[in-house]
């Protein structure tokens, strides 16, 4: 079974929405960032989540701009 970012991320791709995901992916940069250096709690698994989440993110970027690019060697 997928999980919800994967489809999240499939959606995006699908509908070519990189802003949508460039922004879903600086969020979660920022959610990390603001509790990476923290000492009054264990995050790590917080931190384990938003690290998958975001390679899933960047798998997304990847996949949409290679479909984009052979897209643009095709019309040439």
Same mark, same amino acid.
């Given at each position: 079974?997928?999980?919800?970012i994967e489809?999240?991320?499939?959606?995006y791709?699908?509908?070519?929405?990189l802003?949508?995901l460039? +922004?879903?992916?600086?969020? =979660?940069e &920022?959610? $990390?960032m603001?509790? #990476?250096?923290?000492?009054?709690?264990?995050?790590?698994?917080?931190?384990?989540?938003?690290?998958?989440?975001?390679r899933?993110? +960047?798998?997304?970027?990847? =996949?949409? &701009?290679? $479909?984009?690019?052979? #897209?643009s060697?095709t019309?040439?």
């Amino acid at each position: 079974m997928n999980s919800a970012i994967e489809l999240v991320v499939a959606a995006y791709v699908e509908t070519n929405q990189l802003s949508a995901l460039q +922004d879903m992916k600086a969020h =979660r940069e &920022r959610l $990390a960032m603001s509790v #990476r250096d923290r000492t009054d709690f264990n995050f790590g698994v917080l931190l384990g989540q938003l690290d998958d989440d975001i390679r899933e993110i +960047d798998a997304g970027i990847r =996949r949409l &701009r290679a $479909a984009t690019d052979a #897209r643009s060697v095709t019309e040439l």
